[in-house]
Antibody, heavy 121, light 106 residues
């Protein structure tokens, strides 16, 4: 089972950017797709997009397209999600997760522990 | 976008009860439907994929059924450790979307 470990909590001011990391164990990092999902306090789950580590290909949800960038560093099995122009509505726990197989849209079978991002002046 | 709804939003049951709740998609998603369990402060956990397939290591008291637009999740005998919020998720098309969740408590 792939383990995914995310970076620690962040506090940011409105208008700033945040970059969250997700390090995956094992040699299969490049094979699966890494997705990012967020959850505002007391709310449900919201999908943000994916990155294909083997070639860096990405697909973002329309809502986040202007502000999100997903990247990866295969040498250290780490994926990143950067969100710009933060507002208080971006306060949430951000999760990385991986697909169950080799296609971009599949069930998510392993999740990071979550990274709390608080946006506050 | 495909909208997912879940019913009820919350329910209370006793240990040993059979518990069921539903998920409905705004359009036909075939069997591209997953169920996740989320406990407070924890990441979601995949329980059921492709509407009715039990993820490896998940207890057999959990089951799922349905296709098209209507799906059901069942716990055959509720255990204390099953107290959580359950989310359905469609992966027929992007954007991937989740239902609002069903909270199960004792």
């Amino acid at each position: 089972q792939v383990q995914m470990v995310q970076s620690g909590a962040e506090v940011k001011k409105p208008g700033a950017s945040v970059k969250v990391s997700c390090k995956a164990s094992g040699s299969t990092f490049s094979v699966y797709y890494i997705h990012w999902v967020r959850q505002a306090p007391g709310q449900g789950l919201e999908w943000m997009g994916w990155i294909k580590p083997i070639d860096g290909g990405t697909h973002y949800a329309r809502k986040f397209q202007p502000r999100v960038t997903m990247t990866r560093d295969t040498s250290i099995n780490t994926a990143y999600m950067e969100l710009n122009r933060l507002t208080s509505d971006d306060t949430a726990v951000y999760y990385c997760t991986k697909t169950r197989g080799l296609a971009p849209i599949l069930p998510f079978d392993s999740w990071g522990q979550g990274t709390l991002v608080i946006v506050s002046s | 976008d495909i909208q997912m709804t879940q019913s009820p939003s919350s329910l209370s049951a006793s240990v040993g009860d059979r518990v069921s709740f539903t998920c409905q998609a705004s359009q036909d998603i075939s069997e591209y439907l997953n169920w996740y369990q989320q406990k407070p402060g924890k990441a979601p956990k995949l329980l059921i994929y492709d509407a009715s397939n039990l993820e490896t290591g998940v207890p057999s008291r959990f089951s799922g059924s349905g296709s098209g637009t209507d799906f059901t999740f069942t716990i055959s005998s509720l255990q204390p450790e099953d107290i959580a919020t359950y989310y359905c998720q469609q992966y027929d098309d992007v954007p991937l979307t989740f239902g609002p969740g069903t909270k199960v408590d004792l």
